[in-house]
């Protein structure tokens, strides 16, 4: 029980993610697929700034850059759109 909840919170994120970029066909690049992982795994933006190795304002910057692409505009929306890739 403890390894499934383990490949949950592992590798839903990456599950996630990629289901993702496949439905919506958007051409992200690896830094913005990397973001999207982080972002899909709860961190918040001082600790993707530290896994990034940048400043929190740079991180904050960075990971609205991909919403445009999606066609969305928050956090929300990213999880929203995400699991409907998932199920589709």
């Known amino acids: 029980m ?3 909840a383990w490949l949950q919170a592992n590798e839903l994120p990456l599950l996630l993610t990629e289901s993702l970029i496949r439905q919506q066909h958007v051409e992200l690049t690896l830094h913005e697929q990397e973001l999207l992982r982080l972002m899909m795994t709860g961190l918040e933006v001082q600790d993707i700034a530290e896994q ?3 400043r929190p304002l740079s ?3 960075y990971i609205k850059r991909p919403y445009p ?3 969305i ?3 929300r929306e990213l999880f929203g759109l995400a699991t409907q ?3 589709a």
Do not use: E, F, N
């Open 2 to 4: 403890h390894y499934h």
């Open 52 to 54: 990034l190795g940048v």
């Open 59 to 61: 991180a904050a910057t």
């Open 69 to 71: 692409k999606l066609g």
């Open 73 to 75: 505009s928050g956090l």
């Open 85 to 87: 890739a998932q199920w």
